[in-house]
């Protein structure tokens, strides 16, 4: 065999084995597992070992200029789930385009963007504050996307020469993709500090959210990832739901006090216990609707008259819905298919 034939022949075998290891790189980038569509960047990290002065560290995985960095807790907060909740604050860990750390206290802020509270207030995501009393009984959809629901159940009591009731906020529906959560507070007829007033469900499924280690409880689906994790012993959450919103949740109750100074003259069976929950949201739509979810629209201009003790809110025909786990109403855009639940 010639000089010229023999280079021929080589070269014909390494084009060969150039189409075997390029199809075999193809089907290994097919096969390999994919990032969650919905990661949420900002807690994307692994933890590390603490520093030699007990301050918490985590190294970044998220993608973007954070990957690959460390960061640290302050002093001033070493702990990302201190124990003491109440005394000291959280450190929290950005891993996003951010790539901050910040000390914060791990509670609804009533008085912050997105807080539910009292009977009821809201803050809206224009930071103007109104008032939207419901109805007793009545679930209303607080926030409504193309990707998240969120309703409300009502409680109240309406005493004698009233013409409207006093009403606050007993159970939240969180629903997204085809699951529900379900956060509400439990009937107690005097509060307890030490007595956990809180029901937590997923889909049909009461959850029990630990109380040690890193108490909390967390799911995964093809969609995205949701936790649960207490930010105090008792009746005291953050939940995430990653990619769409973030809640910190407390059950309160009414007490003796606040119930002579308001004239709520409730019963003495029923402490009124409900939540007070301050909402962060991480994707909605220009087209967002509810309650509270309309104030985040681009566009919106408040309509509730300031200057005022206590500015009105309506819609309650808009947003009424059929029960809790419903995502319908008239103004409704939710596409999902929620799973069923109850309290």
């Known amino acids: 065999m010639d000089t010229r034939n023999l280079f021929l022949l080589v070269a014909l075998a390494l084009a060969f084995i150039s189409m075997d290891a390029s199809h075999a ?5 097919g096969n390999s597992k994919k990032a969650a569509p919905y990661d949420a960047a900002s807690t994307h990290y692994d933890v590390l070992a603490p520093s030699e002065k007990g301050q918490e560290r985590v190294l970044c995985r998220a993608r973007g200029a954070c990957s690959g960095k460390t960061l640290t807790c ?33 509670k609804p802020n009533c008085n912050g963007y997105g807080s539910l509270c009292y009977d009821p207030r809201f803050v809206g995501g224009d930071g103007v504050m ?21 309703n409300a159940h009502f409680i109240g009591t309406r005493p004698q020469g009233r013409t409207r009731d006093y009403t606050w906020v007993q159970a939240l529906a969180v629903m997204f993709d085809n699951h529900t959560l379900v956060l509400a507070a439990k009937r107690v007829s005097k509060w ?35 936790v649960v994790e207490r930010t105090d012993d008792t009746n005291s959450v953050k939940v995430t739901v990653a990619g769409l919103v973030e809640l910190n949740v407390k059950v309160r109750a009414i007490g003796e006090e606040e119930n002579k ?8 069976d029923d402490a ?6 301050q909402f962060k949201f991480t994707k909605v739509s220009d087209l967002v609707e509810g309650v509270l979810g309309k104030t985040y629209r681009p566009d919106y201009v408040s309509q509730v008259k300031r200057g005022v003790p206590m500015p009105m809110m309506g819609g309650e025909d808009k947003y009424q819905a059929p029960s809790l786990y419903s995502p319908l109403c008239k103004a409704c855009r939710f596409k999902g298919q929620a799973g069923f639940a109850s309290i």
């Not at 007033?197 to 969609?223: F, H, K, Q």
């Not at 100074?261 to 003495?268: D, I, S």
């Not at 009124?272 to 929950?277: D, I, K, Q, S, Y």
Request: overall charge negative; some cysteine; aromatic content about 10%.
């Open 74 to 106: 302050p002093a001033q907060c070493p702990e990302r789930k201190p124990k003491k909740n109440k005394k000291n604050k959280g450190c929290f860990l950005d891993c996003s385009s951010k790539c901050e750390v910040t000390c914060k206290w791990r």
């Open 261 to 268: 100074v308001h004239n709520y003259q409730l019963p003495a």
């Open 272 to 277: 009124f216990a409900h939540l007070e929950t």
């Open 192 to 226: 307890d500090d030490s007595f956990d007033a809180l029901t937590v469900r997923w889909d049909s499924e009461t959850v029990d959210i630990p109380t040690d280690g890193d108490a909390e409880w967390r799911t995964n689906s093809e969609e995205r990832e949701m």
């Open 130 to 150: 109104f008032y939207f009393h419901g109805a007793k009984g009545g679930n209303f959809a607080i926030v409504s996307d193309d990707d998240l629901q969120i």
């Open 25 to 29: 790189q193809g089907q290994g980038k």
